[in-house]
Structures are given as C-alpha cells and as structure tokens.
C-alpha cells in the first residue's frame, strides 16, 4: 500500500487548492491590491499614479499622529488589563468562591455578545442622566464624580477600554483556568507544605508557571486591539475631538465616510499599519522569546 505521508504533488494540490483560493482571493489579493492603489490616487473609476505623494502626505497628518497614539494606548495598556482580569478570574474560580459553576457562566458570556450588544449595553451604562455608573457614584454620595463618560475626552478612551476588557476578560479568564489545572500537582502542594500563603504562592509559584500563557494572551490581544474598529465605532465613532480615534476607523473614514472620494491615501494608512503591526508581532515575540520556556 502506498504511504500517504509520500503522496504525490498532484493529490497534496488536491486538498490544499480550496484553502489556497479562499487565502489568495479574500487575503493576499486585497492586501496586494491595497499596497497597489496606495501608489495612486483613486476617484472613481480613475486612476493617477502619483508615487509616493500619500506617503509624505501621511507624515504631515495629525489626525493620523492622534490615532496612532490611541492605538498605541489600546494595544499596550488594555491587554495588560485584559489579561490580569482573566487571570483574577481564574483565581477566583481556583479558589473555590461561592457560586463558581455559575460565575464561570455569567463571567464568560459577554465573549459570546456581538460588538454592537455590548456597545449598546455600555453606553446605557455610561448614560449621564440615568446610567448605572453615574447613579451608583451619586448612591454613595459621589455625585461630583458623575460625568458624560463617552463625551468627555478625558475619560472616553479609558470607557471603551474598560468596555473591551469586560467583554473578552472570560475568554482570558478560561484559557487561564486551564492553564492553573495543567500546572504540576506537585510544585503547589510543596508549596502548601512549605506554609505558603496564597500571595506568596501567586507571586512565586503560580505566575511564573504561568508566564507563557500569559504572554501569549497578551501578544494576542495586542494583535486584536491594533485592529479595534468595531467597538470604537459604535460607541464613539472616534470621538470626542479625536480622543478615541484609532488607525482603523481613520481608514474607514477617509474611505468611506468624509465624501474624499480617494481611496489611495486610505489605502496608503493601511498599507503603513500592516507594516507596523507585523514589525511590533516581531518584536514582541524576540523579547519574550527568552521568557516563554520555563522548566518545571
């Protein structure tokens, strides 16, 4: 009989030729096209090469400079909170707390709410007049605290970060359960002889067991958080005065939604993005590279 491990060139075509037309047609072909029609500039059905026109144009942008920092600040900061929420909530359910096979339903049910729920959800929470957030502060007899949370530029991108770490801190919070039920048996219960408390044993024993894990979740949601579009566009559509605009929805825009009718400088942003997502992966993944081996 034959080895199916020696199959022919012919057969291997056979079985990869339907995942190589999805890749090429809906993957590479628009990222290629993309790179393309940023060397023009595209009114309608005319074309003018202008080079690398939209390029310079790009350095002098400062709506550009704005959302490339509040990216920066979504793809740095909220995985920090993403991934520890989970973790927490891991703990949590380790522990034993009260309830635990019905919070482990309730706190990984917002993964399974779409972008818009949750956006809607939210912003009723953030509501001035009669939101859950504000009515609480006034409850407690912080009413000065009270503010238009998605309204003010000061406290709207911070929101939308808390937002997005409430919805996908269940999914951080499964992967790390199963992380803490694979770490050796052994290493926790010397611990619990040597008289560790649970502090000491999170800090130095649990943790660093769990350092790839978690370093992985955060190169994760860093990737995910360089692209936020959808959460952002609900809820503030970028706003207040740029202060939630991302790299993302300044495409969309520029594309789609400020009637410029040129979709080569929109596609000169993309093209930027995707080179600087890919050396920031790359980045990411030489620095923890040293860390993500760990020997029990």
Same mark, same amino acid.
């Given at each position: 009989?034959?080895?199916?491990?020696?199959?022919? !060139?012919?057969?291997?075509?056979?079985?990869?030729?339907?995942?190589?037309?999805?890749?090429?047609?809906?993957?590479?072909?628009?990222?290629?096209?993309?790179?393309?029609?940023?060397?023009?500039?595209?009114?309608?059905?005319?074309?003018?090469?202008?080079?690398?026109?939209?390029?310079?144009?790009?350095?002098?942008?400062?709506?550009?400079?704005?959302?490339?920092?509040?990216?920066?600040?979504?793809?740095?900061?909220?995985?920090?909170?993403?991934?520890?929420?989970?973790?927490?909530?891991?703990?949590?359910?380790?522990?034993?707390?009260?309830?635990?096979?019905?919070?482990?339903?309730?706190?990984?049910?917002?993964?399974? !709410?779409?972008?818009?729920?949750?956006?809607?959800?939210?912003?009723?929470?953030?509501?001035?007049?009669?939101?859950?957030?504000?009515?609480?502060?006034?409850?407690?007899?912080?009413?000065?605290?009270?503010?238009?949370?998605?309204?003010?530029?000061?406290?709207?991108?911070?929101?939308?970060?808390?937002?997005?770490?409430?919805?996908?801190?269940?999914?951080?919070?499964?992967?790390?359960?199963?992380?803490?039920?694979?770490?050796?048996?052994?290493?926790?219960?010397?611990?619990?002889?040597?008289?560790? #408390?649970?502090?000491? &044993?999170?800090?130095?024993?649990?943790?660093?067991?769990?350092?790839?894990?978690?370093?992985?979740?955060?190169?994760?949601?860093?990737? #995910? &958080?360089? &692209?936020?579009?959808?959460?952002?566009?609900?809820?503030?559509?970028?706003?207040? !005065?740029?202060?939630?605009?991302?790299?993302?929805?300044?495409?969309? &825009?520029?594309?789609?939604?400020?009637?410029?009718?040129?979709?080569?400088?929109?596609?000169?942003?993309?093209?930027?993005?995707?080179?600087?997502?890919?050396?920031?992966?790359?980045?990411?993944?030489?620095?923890?590279?040293?860390?993500?081996?760990?020997?029990?």
């Amino acid at each position: 009989m034959a080895d199916p491990r020696r199959a022919g !060139l012919s057969i291997l075509l056979v079985f990869l030729a339907p995942a190589l037309l999805v890749y090429l047609g809906l993957t590479a072909y628009p990222a290629v096209r993309t790179v393309l029609d940023s060397l023009f500039t595209i009114e309608g059905t005319e074309r003018s090469f202008v080079g690398i026109a939209n390029y310079r144009d790009l350095l002098a942008d400062e709506t550009f400079r704005v959302a490339v920092r509040n990216t920066f600040v979504w793809a740095f900061v909220a995985p920090v909170l993403d991934v520890a929420t989970g973790l927490l909530l891991a703990l949590a359910l380790y522990a034993g707390v009260p309830f635990a096979r019905f919070l482990r339903v309730a706190w990984f049910t917002p993964v399974l !709410l779409s972008y818009v729920v949750v956006a809607i959800l939210w912003m009723w929470l953030y509501n001035y007049d009669w939101g859950v957030v504000n009515e609480a502060l006034r409850a407690v007899g912080l009413g000065a605290l009270a503010r238009s949370w998605l309204g003010d530029p000061n406290t709207a991108l911070s929101a939308l970060i808390v937002t997005h770490a409430w919805k996908w801190a269940g999914f951080n919070m499964v992967v790390c359960l199963a992380a803490i039920h694979s770490l050796p048996s052994e290493v926790l219960e010397a611990a619990e002889l040597d008289n560790c #408390g649970w502090g000491a &044993k999170l800090r130095h024993v649990i943790v660093p067991m769990l350092w790839p894990t978690l370093l992985n979740l955060y190169v994760l949601a860093f990737i #995910g &958080k360089m &692209k936020v579009f959808d959460l952002v566009w609900i809820m503030t559509g970028g706003g207040p !005065l740029w202060a939630t605009e991302t790299v993302s929805t300044y495409v969309y &825009k520029r594309a789609f939604n400020w009637n410029t009718f040129d979709l080569g400088y929109p596609s000169a942003i993309a093209t930027v993005w995707f080179g600087v997502v890919c050396a920031a992966v790359m980045i990411l993944n030489r620095v923890f590279r040293s860390r993500d081996r760990l020997e029990y």
